[in-house]
Nanobody
Framework: QVQLVESGGGLVQPGGSLRLSCAASRSIFSIYTMGWYRQAPGKQRELVAGINSGGSTNYADSVKGRFTISRNNAKNTVDLQMNSLKPEDTAVYYC?????????WGQGTQVTVSS
């Protein structure tokens, strides 16, 4: 049973940076396109960034130029570097495959951007 564990969230001031990491219990990243998703209070979960097995990336318009997704297949991790954070980035962040596999949802990691 594959599990995904997100980490790296926290409280940061506007303009600050955080680096999130997603670790898998076994190797799946070399097979699947992976994505980082987020869910803000009262809103639907949305895709923030994706990366395929070849390393091609895509981003939501709201984070382009500020967030960078990367993967390390040898370490079974997918990271999300978040710079120039804004209050509207406040959400619980999750990783999952693309398309989503419901069974893989983890606990997520809370990101709060506030002064």
């Amino acid at each position: 049973q594959v599990q995904l564990v997100e980490s790296g969230g926290g409280l940061v001031q506007p303009g600050g940076s955080l680096r999130l990491s997603c670790a898998a219990s076994r190797s799946i990243f070399s097979i699947y396109t992976m994505g980082w998703y987020r869910q803000a209070p009262g809103k639907q979960r949305e895709l923030v960034a994706g990366i395929n097995s070849g390393g091609s990336t895509n981003y939501a318009d709201s984070v382009k130029g500020r967030f960078t997704i990367s993967r390390n297949n040898a370490k079974n991790t997918v990271d999300l570097q978040m710079n120039s954070l804004k209050p509207e980035d406040t959400a619980v962040y999750y990783c999952n495959t693309r398309p989503i596999q419901t069974r893989l949802w983890g606990q997520g990691t809370q990101v709060t951007v506030s002064s």
